[in-house]
């Protein structure tokens, strides 16, 4: 199972500036919060990344990589789900930073360097599947989500961000300013 993916899925009106918005979307839920933002992460471990996500990064499946999950909070709840894919090659060398961020942002890193280029944003529908489990709601519908790969020399890094239904909640009912 893989999430569905195109840049020309129609996302809902309240989620749509969330799933285009090519900025920062740490920076953005930072200010969304007002300030009371944080990550919380789920795993972070070296395995092979699931075929979707070589493929995305033009890497062979089974090549290991470091794949890390997190959740951001805004106002103490969840928010976004994050899965993050950092192949070997990209952590030796200049980004090996990258391999011990413990509870920090990922994005503030990537958006903060300035020889690191987003790609295209690719809309995604990520069935509850393949949700960590304790983010899975019996009978809910996929969740939208999209995904980049940001490059740095020859090398990508895949970031797939997952908005949760507070997150969706928010932003059609309460009017989050965009």
Same mark, same amino acid.
């Given at each position: 199972?893989?999430? /569905? ?5 129609? @996302? ?18 930072? =200010? ?15 395995? =092979?990344? =699931?075929l979707d ?7 062979? @499946? ?6 890390r ?8 709840e ?26 920090r ?8 360097? @300035? ?8 809309? /995604? ?20 989500? =999209?995904?980049?790969v ?29």
């Amino acid at each position: 199972m893989r999430p /569905q993916c195109s840049q020309r899925l129609v @996302p809902p009106p309240a989620l749509r500036s969330w799933l285009l918005d090519r900025g920062s979307l740490t920076r953005r839920l930072q =200010r969304e919060s007002g300030g009371n933002f944080a990550v919380t992460v789920l795993n972070q471990r070296w395995c =092979r990344p =699931r075929l979707d996500e070589a493929q995305a990064l033009g890497i062979p @499946p089974y090549r290991y990589a470091l794949v890390r999950e997190v959740i951001l909070h805004g106002r103490g709840e969840p928010w976004v789900y994050a899965r993050s894919v950092l192949p070997l090659s990209v952590l030796e060398g200049p980004l090996r930073f990258l391999r011990k961020l413990d509870n920090r942002p990922l994005g503030a890193l990537l958006f903060g360097n @300035p020889a690191i280029r987003r790609g295209p944003v690719v809309l /995604q529908r990520w069935p509850q599947a393949l949700l960590p489990v304790p983010l899975q709601q019996a009978g809910a519908a996929a969740l939208w989500g =999209r995904y980049s790969v940001f490059r740095h020399g020859a090398g990508g890094i895949l970031v797939s961000e997952v908005f949760l239904p507070r997150l969706a909640y928010n932003a059609a009912h309460e009017q989050i300013p965009e």
